[in-house]
């Protein structure tokens, strides 16, 4: 069985400042990683993912998250954060391609000016 | 590409009534669609994979008779909420896999449905 936790449902950081939202997740096999962002009222975005090869994985609107076997984490940083980074973001494992996906709790980031 | 549109984003019922909501993939031709309920300040809780042509697979827990699943064609799934009360008041968000993007896992959410039930 697979599980995702992600530690602080709240996430509050100046605008400028690093944000950083942590994912660990559990899998008994190598897992793909994903994190996706959700608006108020609309479905989820994908940022990112991590499939296999390099570890270090970049996404849309200057998300990273690096994937790290011996910490079971996949924690989402992005050195800036900008008030249109308001959102809540999911982090979600599935044990392949074509497996059920399983999702975190989420995060609510605020920016405050 | 790859886009999942839902339908209606919002709506509103009384008790007992029930209510259809359509996930459409407008650019690609899913196999497998998911639908899923979300809590207020919760995660997504996976209710069912729907499978053109075939049965839905319900997750334990998940009323078959009350949330009917029907996938007719390659690119529509409809989820009928049936019988519908206040506490299945909640936002339904479905998705899909492009299979012509391999096996990345990646899933397409549509827009979400928001069912308030009166």
């Known amino acids: 069985a697979q599980s995702v936790t992600q530690l602080g449902s709240h996430v509050s950081v100046s605008e400028g400042a690093l944000v950083l939202l942590r994912c660990n997740y559990s899998s008994s096999v190598p897992p793909y990683l994903f994190w996706y962002v959700q608006y108020p009222n609309q479905g989820l975005q994908l940022l990112l993912k991590?499939?296999?090869?390099?570890?270090l994985v970049k996404g849309i609107n200057g998300f990273e998250a690096e994937f790290k076997k011996s910490e079971t984490s996949f924690h989402l940083t992005k050195p800036s954060a900008h008030m249109s980074d308001a959102a809540e973001y999911f982090c979600a494992v599935s044990d392949g391609g074509y497996q059920k996906v399983t999702f975190g709790i989420g995060t609510k980031l605020q920016v405050i000016p | 590409g790859a886009v999942v549109s839902q339908h209606p984003s919002w709506v509103i019922c009384k008790s007992g009534t029930s209510v259809k909501i359509e996930c459409r993939s407008l650019d690609f031709q899913a196999t497998t669609m998911f639908w899923y309920r979300q809590f207020p300040k919760q995660s997504l809780m996976l209710m069912a994979t729907?499978?053109?042509?075939?049965?839905?697979?319900?997750e334990q827990g998940v009323e078959k008779d009350k949330f009917l699943i029907n996938h007719a064609s390659l690119t529509l799934s409809t989820l009928t909420v049936t019988s519908a009360h206040p506490e299945d008041s909640s936002f339904y968000i479905c998705?899909?896999?492009?299979?012509?993007?391999?096996?990345?896992?990646?899933?397409?959410f549509g827009e979400g449905s928001r069912l308030t039930v009166l």
């Open positions: 998705s899909a896999r492009d299979p012509d993007r391999g096996q990345t896992g990646e899933l397409f």
């Open positions: 729907s499978n053109e042509g075939s049965k839905a697979t319900y």
């Open positions: 991590y499939t296999t090869g390099a570890t």
